[in-house]
T-cell receptor
């Protein structure tokens, strides 16, 4: 059964730092991997989706990489800002089931201090 | 509207009552998903629709939970004989197709069962 783990559970950094969030999954046979952001009391905002054939995706200050063979993905945030404070979640489709059935990690709660 | 909308935003009910939660997906999205999120956890898959049919309902916890999407657009999640353990945030998402496209989430309905 696919399991998704995110480390660390929480992270606090000063403004301007570059940082890396980690996501690992137990079954490397994934279709794709998606990173989300969740603000307190809100729904999820899709940040990046990496297809299984891709190594990375970039959007602005965000860069997500995917290494299927090692079961890992990282989300790199450059020049962090207080507005980046949120919980970041990664998710992969349940390969044994439908592609629509996403399995999520518990998230990394990021706090960027001004 | 441009995004996924969910109503109500909050629902408080008593144990044993029946509740309905509504989701309006992004126009043109054929796939619709329901997830449940407890505090400090990532979302947990419940069911997903492709068009009007439930393509995967493997996440529904028991037969008290039921969902419909009669016209392939709006969906309703129905919970009978609510229990305190049903308290959570219920999230709805939609995507253009279920394969390889990002899921876009609504703000959620916070259900509290007293």
């Amino acid at each position: 059964k696919q399991e998704v783990t995110q480390i660390p559970a929480a992270l606090s950094v000063p403004e301007g730092e570059n940082l890396v969030l980690n996501c690992s999954f137990t079954d490397s046979a994934i279709y794709n991997l998606q990173w989300f952001r969740q603000d307190p009391g809100k729904g999820l905002t899709s940040l990046l989706l990496i297809q299984s054939s891709q190594r990375e995706q970039t959007s602005g200050r965000l860069n997500a990489s995917l290494d299927k063979s090692s079961g890992r993905s990282t989300l790199y945030i450059a020049a962090s800002q207080p507005g980046d404070s949120a919980t970041y979640l990664c998710a992969v489709p349940n390969y044994g089931g439908s592609q629509g059935n996403l399995i999520f990690g518990k998230g990394t709660k990021l706090s960027v201090k001004p | 509207g441009a995004g996924v909308s969910q109503t109500p935003s909050n629902k408080v009910t008593e144990k044993g009552k029946y509740v309905e939660l509504r989701c309006d997906p992004i126009s043109g999205h054929t796939a619709l998903y329901w997830y449940r999120q407890s505090l400090g956890q990532g979302p947990e898959f419940l069911i997903y629709f492709q068009g009007t049919g439930a393509a995967d309902d493997s996440g529904l916890p028991n037969d008290r939970f039921f969902a419909v999407r009669p016209e392939g657009s709006v969906s309703t999640l129905k919970i009978q004989r609510t229990e305190r353990g049903d308290s959570a945030v219920y999230l709805c998402a939609s995507s253009l197709t279920p394969e390889g496209t990002p899921q876009f989430f609504g703000p959620g309905t916070r259900l509290t069962v007293l």
